[in-house]
């Protein structure tokens, strides 16, 4: 059924009181990863459940546990209906660094058509468009077209202990068709944007412990061992210069992307000297050898080195040989690669090169599985039908080199699809100072689920 007008119109109508509301719930420093701020994180809860209910959704309430809390409510009033699960985060990065925000990270700020906050773009933007777009449906018509559950996360910057204890443990009660997640980007602005394909992480930290305590390096230099010289020399034992992963099979089990899809890919408006002057800003571009900047992204295992700390950092001279050192890292995983497998095989591959005189742990805080949904699946096609609808232009279908590790749960407990439709653009600084969300695209976002919407319920 097309878009009913006057659920258009109240899209169109109420503009600046969704930027107003948005603003407010981007005001409320929800940082997951900060105990001192778990009365902010209860707060964004508290007030994605309230808009839930104002707006006409049953049984909302907090999923309590043991970490941050789901926000779940349900609208269940549309028999043979489809029922769609919506899923989100209102937790949001630390700001560090301050002193690179134009802005306060936590006063929203409108500068042109862009909204700058921590959060704006990932997640809550994302979440409150499709907030917004039932509410439409809602207010102005009285009901949905389909059923519909929201399940909003607190975690998703950190563990995500919570949404993966209640996936598992309900599995295919969870009760829907599909999960529709808005926590991805356009390839670019203007381009309506499905992302088929989310890599797999794993997060470890590397831990090198040499002798008892710190040592004065004129006395003990020479005899020694040093463990920030040993995490270098784990380091490039894991990944040599050309990009290419150390780890004994860890490329056994990778999946390559079909010829159509590559040949997809090399369609999309991908400017590479754009890329690598707007977006990565260093000299150049670095990476596997024959393959292109899009494979290496988006179908192809990375390793990364993401912080090292131990010994003396701070200003001035100590002439200290550290006790200790740790090393965070990440490997992105691709289709087909087992999550357990190539984490052991990391810990192996560490062990196997402890320099003399350390003693080498890797603890293992993440892993998660790659995911890839099939672009003829019926709430794909009727996704990009509503993008296309709104943007008046062709949908197109990407990868994304990122995880959202909650969709390889959905998939593998609930049996449930995942469909991406993103309104983020690639220079809205995620997880960086300056983070924004184009405030077009908020609109055209809401505009867009409420044509979804409109769309599974023929």
């Not at 959704?57 to 009033?77: D, N």
């Not at 470890?204 to 020694?224: N, P």
């Not at 095989?345 to 090169?353: E, G, H, I, N, S």
Request: aromatic share 8%; net charge negative.
């Amino acid at each position: 059924m097309p878009l009913d007008s006057r659920v258009l119109d109240y899209y169109r109508f109420h503009r600046e009181e969704f930027l107003e509301g948005l603003k407010s719930l981007l005001r409320i420093p929800s940082v997951s990863a900060l105990s001192e701020h778990k009365p902010d994180v209860l707060r964004a809860a508290g007030f994605i459940a309230d808009d839930l209910t104002a707006m006409g959704f049953q049984a909302v309430r907090l999923v309590e546990g043991k970490g941050h809390p789901l926000v779940y409510g349900e609208w269940l009033q549309a028999p043979g209906k489809p029922t769609l699960l919506i899923y989100g985060h209102y937790d949001v990065q630390p700001p560090d660094p301050l002193d690179e925000w134009v802005s306060p990270p936590f006063e929203p700020t409108l500068r042109g058509d862009n909204l700058y906050a921590r959060g704006a773009v990932d997640d809550k933007g994302q979440v409150w468009l499709v907030l917004k777009a039932l509410e439409g449906h809602l207010k102005a018509s009285g009901r949905l077209p389909i059923n519909v559950k929201v399940l909003i996360e607190g975690e998703e910057e950190v563990d995500g202990g919570m949404i993966a204890a209640y996936v598992k443990e309900r599995g295919r009660d969870i009760g829907a068709d599909a999960v529709l997640i808005c926590d991805t980007e356009m390839f670019a602005p203007g381009l309506p944007t499905l992302t088929t394909g989310l890599r797999g992480i794993i997060y470890a930290e590397i831990e090198v412990q040499g002798a008892r305590t710190d040592l004065h390096s004129g006395m003990y230099g020479g005899v020694a061992p040093n463990p920030h010289q040993a995490i270098a020399e784990i380091l490039t034992g894991l990944k040599d210069a050309d990009g290419r992963i150390l780890i004994p099979g860890v490329y056994d089990d990778v999946a390559e992307p079909s010829e159509a899809e590559k040949e997809a890919w090399a369609t999309l408006p991908f400017d590479e000297a754009a890329f690598l002057a707007n977006e990565v800003g260093s000299t150049s571009l670095t990476g596997e050898p024959g393959r292109s900047s899009l494979e290496r992204m988006w179908s192809r295992p990375t390793f990364e080195v993401h912080g090292i700390r131990g010994g003396f950092v701070g200003e001035g001279a100590k002439t200290v040989i550290p006790a200790k050192a740790v090393a965070k890292v990440s490997l992105r995983l691709v289709p087909d690669m087992d999550p357990e497998k190539t984490a052991q095989a990391l810990v192996d591959r560490v062990k196997a090169l402890e320099p003399k005189g350390c003693r080498v742990q890797t603890r293992i805080m993440a892993a998660s599985a790659a995911s890839l949904a099939p672009t003829d699946h019926p709430f794909v096609v009727k996704a990009a039908e509503a993008l296309h609808e709104t943007f008046d232009r062709q949908t197109v279908y990407i990868r994304s080199g990122g995880s959202i590790p909650v969709v390889g749960l959905f998939q593998r407990y609930a049996g449930i699809p995942s469909v991406l439709m993103g309104f983020g653009l690639p220079d809205d600084n995620l997880h960086a100072p300056n983070e924004k969300f184009h405030v077009p695209n908020l609109y055209a976002g809401i505009e867009a689920v409420g044509r979804y919407l409109a769309l599974l319920g023929e």
